[in-house]
């Protein structure tokens, strides 16, 4: 994981350290280079991307109550051609200037003209830093962004009241003819993916939540349907289960994907393995992730996916010796194509023996499901999202 430098609510003025600041362009001794600044503005939010050519470490200041955002990028420098001052035309934004308080740091400092909800996140391929503004008005309904790292709340969220998500999909891996990985004691695993599903289904319900399965019993379900089936009724979380398998038996452990490019070879062999004869479709995978329109989700999906694993640390780690193989990315079908936020959870390896018999065990079903339930409630308690 990338190490990124967060300061939050440090209580200084941006301005106050502009304006002894001149503007020094062109001069870099810095590793990073910052290639792009764009200001866009969409229905509910003002977003602001700064376009980096590796990523870079940051600091980022808001003053409660204060109109100015100032974010640092360390060990970078600002290309021939970024102006000092962006062109904004937006009626919440009067102002984007960039300096450079030493040759290997550049400061962007925005000034607002009325007050703001900041969310920052990040991005690669390419890499980017990413400001989302919110108004008022707007930002109780948009999505507050996540980052890579376990979010700071007092950045991201602090502004953002939780909002009760509507619909999630859970969907049980394989099913009907496609047994999906099978045990050395023969424990199939499209047997317990639904058992756990059921149990999360039960516990999500209780919270209130719509709950939506693409199969409720041993039927063989496409991937293509399961993901219509979500996309047609608007859900709001798609969270898939799943139990991992590897070819050597010692391998044992928990993983949490989201969408994106393989983060190893690992990561690719389990997408494939899932992905079944749906894998060739997957192509032109640099286009697609370098598409804005996948920001929404993978950004949610980031957070999502950690407060899982550190759920499922939590809970089942609590009873059990867990074995944390981390977040990780990779191309699953399910995930590419459905249009809300997800993710996909190997829970244990069925290959392994003593995961295996685990698996066999109620309670540890259980666990698994409480561990899912905890992770998707504390994503709840940090993001805002609308049907």
């Known amino acids: 994981m990338r190490a990124r430098l967060c300061t939050a609510l440090l209580g200084l003025s941006a301005a106050s350290l502009l304006a002894a600041v001149p503007a020094v362009f ?7 280079t910052l290639n792009h600044v764009r200001v866009g503005r969409h229905p509910a939010y003002i977003r602001i991307v700064f376009e980096l050519d590796r990523p870079a470490a940051y600091e ?39 300096t450079r308080p030493t040759p290997t740091t550049t400061m962007v400092v925005i000034t607002a003209k009325t007050p703001l909800t900041p969310h920052l996140f990040i991005l690669d391929h390419p890499d980017r ?12 309904r948009e999505p507050a962004a996540a980052t890579t790292t376990p979010p700071p709340a007092a950045i991201l969220t602090k502004a953002v009241p939780p909002r009760t998500v509507r619909t999630i999909v859970i969907d049980p891996g394989h099913g009907g003819k496609d047994p999906g990985a099978i045990g050395r004691g023969g424990l199939k695993e499209k047997d317990v993916v639904l058992d756990i599903a ?62 994106g490019k393989a983060t190893d070879a690992e990561a690719r062999a389990t997408a494939s393995r899932e992905n079944g004869d749906d894998d060739k479709h997957l192509s032109d995978l640099d286009q697609i992730f370098n598409d804005m329109a996948l920001d929404f989700r993978i950004n949610h999906s980031i957070t999502l996916a ?26 699953f079908y399910v995930l590419m194509n459905s249009t809300m936020p997800g993710i996909l959870a190997e829970v244990s390896f069925i290959s392994n023996p003593q995961e295996e018999a ?29 049907s």
């Open 306 to 331: 950690y407060q899982t694993h550190d759920a499922f640390l939590r809970t089942v780690g609590k009873r059990y010796s867990v074995v944390d193989l981390g977040v990780k990315r990779a191309p």
């Open 198 to 259: 059921r149990r999360l289904k039960k516990l999500l319900e209780r919270q209130g939540h719509r709950i939506i399965m693409t199969r409720t019993d041993d039927t063989f379900i496409p991937l293509s349907d399961r993901t219509q089936l979500a996309n047609s009724r608007t859900a709001d979380l798609f969270v898939s289960i799943h139990a991992n398998a590897n070819p050597n038996r010692s391998t044992k452990g928990v993983q949490v994907y989201l969408l």
């Open 26 to 32: 062109g001069q870099s001794a810095a590793s990073a």
């Open 60 to 98: 980022w200041r808001h003053k409660e109550g204060s109109n100015e955002f100032s974010l640092t990028l360390l060990d970078t420098a600002p290309a021939s051609g970024v102006p000092s001052t962006v062109s904004v035309r937006n009626p919440h934004v009067a102002a984007v200037a960039l």
């Open 358 to 386: 685990r698996l066999k065990r109620a309670a540890y079903r259980q666990s698994i499901a409480e561990a899912l339930a905890r992770g998707i409630q504390r994503y709840l308690a940090e993001s805002s999202i609308e």
């Open 129 to 140: 830093v990413v400001v989302d503004l919110f108004p008022p008005v707007a930002a109780s």
